[in-house]
C-alpha cells in the first residue's frame, strides 16, 4: 500500500503531516540537494496498515497451510469426493516401496517429491518450513489462523475507510482515462524493465493501480467471504452466503486460489521494490520520505 501525498515535497508539506523532515539541508527554503529531492511519499496510515497487512499475510498463508495438510484435496460444490478432486498433494507409495510426493491437478498426475506430498521423510502436502505453528498442530493452525484473519480484515476497513475519506484512493488509485489508453505502453515498459524515473517515479503508473485496485477491490472481498462461508457459525447466521461461492467446498476452493493469487501479487510486489531501488523504496515505507534523483535544486 502506498500514498503520494505530495507532488511538491517542502517543509510545510511534512509539517502538516506530523513528522519531521529528513535532514538534508540546513536551509529551511530548499528541499533539494545535489540533485536529490525528498518527497513525503507515504503516509503514516498507509504505512501502519502496509506492515501490519504484510504480517497478517505471511500469518494467515502459513497458518492456512497447515490447515490445508489436515485434508490435502480441493473439490467443487457441497461435498468431497476423494475420485473427484480438483486437486490433490499427497505420498504415493510406488511398486518398489519408494514413497513419492504426487500433486494432481484435474486428473494430471506430477511429480513433487521433495516439495509437495513428500518432504523430509514425511508425508505432507506442504513442507514444515511453510506451515505455522510448528510442523503438525492443526487446532493451534485455525487459531492463528482465525486472530490473523480479524487482523486483517479490520486493518483493511480502516485502510479503505481512510482512503476514501482523504481522496487517497480516488486520487492516487483510479486511473485516469488517458493512463487507461496508455496500458499497452506501460505493459511494454514492464517488460523490458523499464521504470519510472525521476518525477514520475513517486506516483503509481496504470498496472500498479489496476493492480492494486483488484486486490482491494476483488481479491480480499473474495478471501473474506469465502472464509466467513466456510465458517459454521456465520453460515447458519446468513445462509444464502455459501450458495454464492458454489457450497462449502466450492468456497474452500476459491479461498484457496485467492489465497495463491495474494502470494503472487506479493511476489510481483517484493521484484519491482528491489528493481527499482530496495534502499529507496523501504525507507520510504518505514519513514515515508522517498528520494528522487535527478531533480533540479529548489531555492
Same mark, same amino acid.
Given at each position: 500500500?502506498?500514498?503520494?501525498?505530495?507532488?511538491?515535497?517542502?517543509?510545510?508539506?511534512?509539517?502538516? !503531516?506530523?513528522?519531521?523532515?529528513?535532514?538534508?539541508?540546513?536551509?529551511?527554503d530548499s528541499r533539494a540537494v545535489d540533485s536529490v529531492t525528498w518527497t513525503y511519499r507515504h503516509t503514516l496510515h498507509v504505512r501502519i496498515a502496509h506492515w501490519v497487512n504484510a504480517l497478517c499475510l505471511v500469518v494467515l498463508v502459513m497458518s492456512?497451510? !497447515?490447515?490445508?495438510?489436515?485434508?490435502?484435496?480441493?473439490?467443487?460444490?457441497?461435498?468431497?469426493?476423494?475420485?473427484?478432486?480438483?486437486?490433490?498433494?499427497?505420498?504415493?507409495?510406488?511398486?518398489?516401496?519408494?514413497v513419492k510426493g504426487v500433486t494432481t491437478i484435474f486428473g494430471h498426475a506430477?511429480?513433487?517429491? #521433495?516439495?509437495? #506430498?513428500?518432504?523430509?521423510?514425511?508425508?505432507?502436502?506442504?513442507?514444515?518450513?511453510a506451515t505455522l505453528p510448528g510442523p503438525q498442530w492443526l487446532a493451534m493452525g485455525r487459531q492463528w489462523h482465525l486472530f490473523f484473519a480479524w487482523m486483517f480484515v479490520i486493518t483493511g476497513v480502516f485502510f479503505v475507510a481512510y482512503g476514501l475519506l482523504n481522496r487517497h484512493l480516488s486520487r492516487d488509485l483510479v486511473p485516469t482515462t488517458v493512463e487507461l489508453r496508455h496500458t499497452g505502453r506501460a505493459v511494454?515498459?514492464?517488460?523490458?524493465?523499464?521504470?519510472?524515473?525521476?518525477?514520475?517515479?513517486?506516483?503509481?503508473?496504470?498496472? !500498479?493501480?489496476?493492480?492494486?485496485?483488484?486486490?482491494?477491490?476483488?481479491?480480499?472481498?473474495?478471501?473474506v467471504l469465502t472464509g466467513l462461508g466456510m465458517s459454521p457459525m456465520i453460515d447458519t447466521a446468513f445462509p444464502w452466503l455459501l450458495p454464492l461461492f458454489g457450497g462449502r467446498q466450492g468456497a474452500r476452493t476459491?479461498?484457496?486460489?485467492a489465497c495463491f493469487s495474494f502470494v503472487g501479487f506479493v511476489a510481483v510486489h517484493v521484484l519491482q521494490v528491489v528493481m527499482t531501488g530496495f534502499i529507496n523504496n523501504m525507507r520510504?515505507?518505514?519513514?515515508?520520505?522517498?528520494?528522487?534523483?535527478?531533480?533540479?535544486?529548489?531555492?
Open positions: 500500500m502506498a500514498d503520494r501525498s505530495s507532488a511538491h515535497p517542502c517543509l510545510e508539506s511534512a509539517t502538516s !503531516q506530523g513528522e519531521p523532515a529528513p535532514a538534508v539541508s540546513s536551509s529551511l492456512g497451510l !497447515q490447515i490445508f495438510n489436515a485434508h490435502p484435496a480441493l473439490y467443487w460444490g457441497d461435498r468431497s469426493d476423494r475420485n473427484d478432486a480438483l486437486l490433490s498433494i499427497r505420498p504415493v507409495r510406488t511398486e518398489t516401496g519408494e506430477f511429480d513433487t517429491t #521433495g516439495v509437495l #506430498g513428500y518432504s523430509d521423510h514425511r508425508g505432507r502436502a506442504f513442507p514444515v518450513w511494454k515498459n514492464h517488460l523490458f524493465l523499464r521504470h519510472s524515473k525521476g518525477e514520475a517515479a513517486t506516483g503509481y503508473n496504470v498496472l !500498479q493501480k489496476l493492480a492494486y485496485l483488484v486486490v482491494l477491490a476483488v481479491l480480499a472481498p473474495v478471501i476459491l479461498h484457496f486460489i520510504s515505507m518505514i519513514t515515508g520520505w522517498f528520494a528522487v534523483k535527478g531533480g533540479r535544486h529548489d531555492t
